[in-house]
């Protein structure tokens, strides 16, 4: 027996709706902020996330899915849609467009980490991406409409956290800070960040590591070394958050994974789902356009995580619709009427009504138990005596009643019938 890959999920059945009402309230949600759909490819180049993620960032240097392909080239699966999002803005010229650009993708990315509840090797992300512009007025706008996403799903209780994580410049003022402050715990850090405190000691609040998180606790925040623009940055996004009274609090410590963040950085919580309780983030990315050849652009966004949505709509006892049943199920009592089963369901099926029947050559008796168990609102039981005088048996499963239809209208009345 070949069983699924660790860390993956087959996704079957009823659960495929859950997963279509997520998608469609996105979807339905992107259409009302203006954003449209990208679909870039699941594999890249791997230096688009080394530039682009960040090579001291944990995904890059544990967790991606990287081989060479036949051709002798280094190929990732992707870990994140940011990066090659704005690669496709920049291969398909989208800069001489409508400007600002945006975008929204869906789809799986793959990480090699060790799975757990919400932690998954392949998972499903939602996201949004603002191209172009580096009004802060786009970062709330996009905070906003991850807020919207989650209070159309019916989720309530969460937690968004704001920071900002500055520019290159506060940047290297915070650097500083840091080392200084890392150094004399550099034996207690983990391996990774003994290496980060050098290149990239930001990244050392990031680790999942409990050493490295507890010491990290007393570490200076980034908001101690925030430059002029940046802080009026900030104050702005705030203002535009206040505006439209979407609460918030403020945390210094949260730096989030990729190294392409700049100014604001945002964290969605959901606090009862368990230790991966992130079900969302994102922030500004104002040198990731340039990082990986384009010209200087900024740009924002964020992406969500479809199985810890699904996770904390199961927590919170949140009803999800359930898949349409079946209109009609076709019984049929003999050869004859089989083959006009066959018939008759493509024509209602062209007509919108859905229909199914027995290819599996069972009783009348078992065929209408089977009808049952698809919860069809009706099944209609053609041949026999009421074949031979041209009308075929309907029972309503709603209510019970029972009928006889002409076979020539028959398709007309199931339509009436069902009121479509
Ligand atoms: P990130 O790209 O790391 O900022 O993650 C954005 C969102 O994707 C997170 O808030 C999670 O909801 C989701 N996510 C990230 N990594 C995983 C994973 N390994 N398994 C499931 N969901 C994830």
Redesign the pocket.
């Known amino acids: 027996m070949i069983t699924k890959p660790r860390g993956t999920a087959d996704i079957i059945l009823g659960d495929v709706f859950k997963w279509r009402h997520i998608e469609g309230i996105f979807r339905q949600l992107c259409q009302e902020y203006n954003y449209h759909e990208v679909r870039t490819p699941i594999f890249e180049y791997t230096e688009l996330f080394e530039r682009g993620v960040g090579d001291t960032t944990d995904i890059v240097e544990k967790e991606m899915y990287t081989f060479l392909d036949r051709g002798g080239r280094s190929i990732t699966l992707r870990p994140?849609g940011t990066a090659s999002v704005v690669r496709a803005y920049l291969d398909n010229k989208l800069s001489s467009g409508l400007q600002p650009v945006k975008l929204w993708y869906y789809g799986p990315m793959f990480?090699y980490?060790r799975p757990q509840a919400?932690?998954?090797r392949q998972?499903h992300?939602l996201g949004a991406e603002v191209i172009g512009s580096e009004d802060p007025a786009t970062d709330a706008e996009l905070i906003a409409m991850l807020m919207s996403f989650y209070a159309r799903l019916g989720l309530s209780n969460l937690r968004l956290d704001i920071n900002s994580v500055g520019c290159p410049i506060c940047r290297a003022e915070l650097k500083i800070k840091l080392q200084d402050f890392f150094r004399p715990h550099m034996d207690r850090l983990c391996h990774h960040c003994q290496g980060r405190i050098d290149r990239n000691p930001l990244r050392i609040l990031d680790c999942k590591v409990e050493a490295c998180k507890t010491i990290g606790k007393d570490a200076p925040t980034t908001l101690d070394c925030l430059c002029r623009d940046c802080e009026d940055h900030f104050i702005k996004v705030k203002d535009h958050l206040n505006q439209i009274n979407i609460p918030y609090n403020i945390n210094g410590r949260m730096v989030?994974?990729?190294d392409y963040y700049t100014k604001t950085a945002f964290e969605i919580a959901a606090p009862e789902i368990g230790a991966q309780s992130?079900?969302?983030?994102g922030g500004r990315y104002d040198g990731l356009v340039e990082s990986i050849g384009g010209n200087s652009t900024p740009g924002v966004g964020y992406?969500?995580?479809v199985?810890?949505i699904l996770l904390a709509m199961e927590n919170q006892k949140i009803a999800i619709p359930e898949e349409p049943a079946l209109d009609v199920f076709i019984a049929s009592a003999d050869e004859q009427g089989s083959s006009m089963a066959f018939s008759l369901l493509e024509t209602i099926r062209n007509k919108g009504i859905s229909g199914d029947k027995d290819y599996l050559g069972r009783s009348l008796k078992s065929q209408m138990k089977h009808a049952g168990k698809t919860g069809c609102s009706l099944v209609v039981i053609l041949g026999g005596q009421e074949l031979s005088r041209g009308v075929a048996a309907v029972k309503d499963m709603r209510d019970g009643r029972q009928i006889e239809l002409s076979v020539d209208k028959i398709s007309e009345e199931i339509i009436k019938i069902l009121g479509k």
Do not use: M, Y
Not at 278 to 281: D, E, H, M, P, S
């Open positions: 994140e990480r980490d919400g932690r998954f998972f992300q989030r994974g990729l992130a079900i969302g983030g992406a969500l995580g199985e810890r």
